[in-house]
């Protein structure tokens, strides 16, 4: 089987996309692709400073990009739902990549909603922002949300601790992690249930990079990369371009198909050209992805008409 690399992504041009943490690594790549491919991107970034960045360097490599960014903070409902406000008076939505997370906070913390930050910036947030985007999404003729998550969503705990899902009673800054990763398929999983229930032309699918060096692995914790983390990265790793191919693929082939699963093809998905790979056994649960759903919708107060996937 032939490789797939970005010259495989088809022509972008009359779509729009909304990128999350385009502002850099893995985000940015697939913005700058999605662009190259004619695509207009909007760029949604945390500040006006690294949207601003983001844009220029973008032009810099194709002056012609139809590119901009909009402020977003997935740690904040306030802002979520005041950039798909925004972005809802579009003519439509046909492409929203979930991108954007932290990763292994050392110590717990809270975002300005109250929830534990790694479950409230990887998930609940694009959980809001997900379902408040749907007028636009609808609005296409064939939409798609592609949704990022982690090799890490088969580790750790390998399910939704419904009992502490914000870590209240006993936090692990790896635990929390890979909870948020694992809801992240979640979300893609039960939402494409409910939109084929519901009658949508959306698709919902999911990717993960492997293990991208970018900057998730140091800001995200905190620090810098220990002695023995750069020497593993040095051979184990690939960089963020690379990373960010199964994220194009997932959000651009068109033989993909709903509940799809991108991932690098090389020794434990870590690195390797993006190829479809099983959903891992904890995020095929449809009885906790419905739990979930329904307890999101309650911690975040955002609901959309999809009927129930039953």
Not at 41 to 66: F, S
Not at 182 to 210: I, K
Not at 272 to 301: C, F, M
């Amino acid at each position: 089987m032939a490789e797939w690399t970005v010259a495989d992504i088809p022509s972008q041009s009359g779509r729009l996309a909304v990128v999350t943490g385009a502002n850099s690594g893995i985000g940015w790549h697939t913005a700058l692709e999605l662009a190259r491919a004619g695509g207009e991107v909007i760029l949604a970034a945390r500040t006006q400073q690294k949207g601003q960045d983001a844009v220029e360097r973008i032009h810099r490599q194709i002056p012609e990009a139809k590119v901009r960014f909009e402020i977003l903070d997935l740690a904040s409902l306030k802002s979520v739902r005041a950039f798909a406000a925004k972005v809802n008076r579009e003519a439509r939505l046909d492409l929203l990549v979930n991108n954007a997370g932290v990763m292994r906070l050392p110590k717990r913390q809270v975002t300005e909603d109250g929830f534990e930050v790694q479950f409230g910036t990887n998930f609940l947030g694009p959980f809001a922002l997900t379902n408040l985007l749907l007028p636009a999404m609808l609005r296409a003729e064939s939409a798609r949300v592609t949704t990022v998550s982690s090799g890490a969503a088969n580790m750790g705990s390998k399910r939704i601790n419904f009992e502490d899902m914000q870590g209240e009673k006993g936090y692990g800054p790896w635990k929390a992690y890979c909870q948020s990763k694992l809801a992240d398929l979640m979300l893609m999983t039960e939402l494409g249930r409910r939109s084929v229930a519901a009658g949508y032309s959306l698709l919902s699918n999911a990717a993960h990079p492997g293990f991208a060096r970018t900057n998730l692995q140091t800001t995200g914790p905190g620090r810098e990369m220990n002695a023995a983390e750069r020497w593993m990265a040095s051979f184990m790793s690939q960089d963020a371009a690379h990373g960010a191919l199964p994220t194009l693929r997932a959000a651009t082939d068109v033989n993909a198909a709903m509940g799809s699963y991108y991932a690098p093809n090389g020794s434990f998905q870590l690195k390797g050209e993006p190829v479809l790979v099983p959903l891992p056994k904890p995020a095929r649960d449809e009885a906790a992805a419905r739990k979930l759903w329904e307890i999101s919708e309650e911690l975040t107060g955002v609901q959309r008409p999809l009927k129930d996937s039953n």
